[in-house]
T-cell receptor, first 111, second 114 residues
Framework: GEDVEQSLFLSVREGDSSVINCTYT??????LYWYKQEPGAGLQLLTY?????DMKQDQRLTVLLNKKDKHLSLRIADTQTGDSAIYFC???????????FGTGTRLTIIP | EPEVTQTPSHQVTQMGQEVILRCVPI?????FYWYRQILGQKVEFLVS????????KSEIFDDQFSVERPDGSNFTLKIRSTKLEDSAMYFC????????????FGPGTRLTVT
């Protein structure tokens, strides 16, 4: 079965880079996602990576995928106060339609 | 930018009552989903819906739950007889499959069962 794990909390100084990590267990994942949830808001799709890729960059966001270790990370460059949120990683398995989410990492920005 | 909308934002109901949660997916999307998040727990998949029928459902989605697309724009989740443990945030999502499984979520409906 699928399981997705994340650390619960991360604190980063404004202007530094944030790295949020995620591990998943099922090697047949098709897509791996990062969602952002701000207080009182829904889940905002930030970016995703296909499981045959190693890296994807989109402006301040860089996604790295290590398939051997089943490890996914999201790097946010030049972290701003507006980046404060809970970040969820999620996967879809080949042939399925459901997203399986991690626990979410609460990112706190220190001024 | 088109977005998924949900109503109401907060619903309070008594145990045993029926509730209907409403969603308006993005207009050109073909796949629709419901997820829920019990406070302090992971976001969990409930059901997916395509071409007017359920395409996949989880163990949580038992006979108390049903989904419907009553017209060309709305997508609803009905809970027939609510239990205390149904209290959660319910998220609707939609996707245009051809763009590669990108599911876009609404802001959620917080359901409180008393």
């Amino acid at each position: 079965g699928e399981d997705v794990e994340q650390s619960l909390f991360l604190s980063v100084r404004e202007g530094d880079s944030s790295v949020i990590n995620c591990t998943y267990t099922d090697s047949s994942s098709t897509y791996l996602y990062w969602y952002k949830q701000e207080p009182g808001a829904g889940l905002q799709l930030l970016t995703y990576i296909f499981s045959n890729m190693d890296m994807k960059q989109d402006q301040r966001l860089t996604v790295l995928l290590n398939k051997k270790d089943k490890h996914l990370s999201l790097r946010i460059a030049d972290t701003q106060t507006g980046d404060s949120a809970i970040y969820f990683c999620a996967e879809i398995l080949f042939g399925n339609e459901k997203l399986t989410f991690g626990t979410g990492t609460r990112l706190t920005i220190i001024p | 930018e088109p977005e998924v909308t949900q109503t109401p934002s907060h619903q309070v109901t008594q145990m045993g009552q029926e509730v209907i949660l409403r969603c308006v997916p993005i207009s050109n999307h073909l796949y629709f989903y419901w997820y829920r998040q019990i406070l302090g727990q992971k976001v969990e998949f409930l059901v997916s819906f395509y071409n007017n029928e359920i395409s996949e459902k989880s163990e949580i989605f038992d006979d108390q739950f049903s989904v419907e697309r009553p017209d060309g724009s709305n997508f609803t989740l009905k809970i027939r007889s609510t239990k205390l443990e149904d209290s959660a945030m319910y998220f609707c999502a939609s996707s245009e499959l051809t763009s590669g499984y990108e599911q876009y979520f609404g802001p959620g409906t917080r359901l409180t069962v008393t």
